[in-house]
T-cell receptor, first 109, second 117 residues
Framework: EDQVTQSPEALRLQEGESSSLNCSYT??????LFWYRQDPGKGPEFLFT???AGEEKEKERLKATLTKKESFLHITAPKPEDSATYLC??????????FGTGTRLQVFP | DTAVSQTPKYLVTQMGNDKSIKCEQN?????MYWYKQDSKKFLKIMFS???????INETVPNRFSPKSPDKAHLNLHINSLELGDSAVYFC????????????????FGEGSRLTVL
């Protein structure tokens, strides 16, 4: 069965304290892996798509990487405005995305 | 301009009632979706439509009936509401076909929080 697991469930960081979020997956053929950001009371907002192992994407303080079993979202020198829930989703050999339950990130000044 | 808008944002109702949630997108996308997000933040697809044609119909009770009058609108009607239907329902759209070639880039609305008492 296709599955996506994100860890940790919650992460508290001081402003400037870099860290990584993990997304592990087992799927029947990976067509793509996606990262989304979700603010409280809002819908998820698309961040990145990764298609193959070794691929990396960057956007401001965020960098996403992909291996054959997992993806990492690295956050460098985070700011309070980076606080949100980060969702990972995979696209296996079916017509639908499978989402993880997310990592809730809080960055304190 | 809101890209994907859904109404109402909040909905509180009694068990057994029937309710609808409306969604509209002004992005010119061909595909629209309904997702359900439970209390543990798990986001699961319910339906997708491409140019008014039903593409994905997950295992949801047939009390849930989507309707797409045109490719810019996708409504969700729920009959005989149950306690377990309480969740946040998200509408989304994408530019691609919604089939296996999708890019994963979905544009979500702000959600409709349904509470069944």
């Amino acid at each position: 069965e296709d599955q996506v697991t994100q860890s940790p469930e919650a992460l508290r960081l001081q402003e400037g304290e870099s860290s990584s979020l993990n997304c592990s997956y087992t799927v029947s053929g990976l067509r793509g892996l996606f990262w989304y950001r979700q603010d409280p009371g809002k819908g998820p907002e698309f961040l990145f798509t990764l298609y193959s192992a070794g691929e990396e994407k960057e956007k401001e303080r965020l960098k996403a990487t992909l291996t054959k079993k997992e993806s990492f979202l690295h956050i460098t020198a985070p700011k309070p405005e980076d606080s949100a829930t980060y969702l990972c989703a995979v696209h296996p050999n079916t017509d639908k995305l499978i989402f993880g339950t997310g990592t809730r990130l809080q960055v304190f000044p | 301009d809101t890209a994907v808008s859904q109404t109402p944002k909040y909905l509180v109702t009694q068990m057994g009632n029937d309710k609808s949630i409306k969604c509209e997108q002004n992005l010119g996308h061909d595909t629209m979706y309904w997702y359900k997000q439970d209390s543990k933040k798990f986001l699961k697809i319910m339906f997708s439509y491409n140019n008014k044609e039903l593409i994905i119909n997950e295992t949801v009770p047939n009390r849930f009936s989507p309707k797409s009058p045109d490719k810019a609108h996708l409504n969700l009607h729920i009959n005989s509401l149950e306690l377990g239907d309480s969740a946040v329902y998200f509408c989304a759209s994408s530019q691609d076909s919604g089939r296996v070639d999708n890019t994963g880039e979905l544009f979500f609305g702000e959600g409709s929080r349904l509470t069944v008492l």
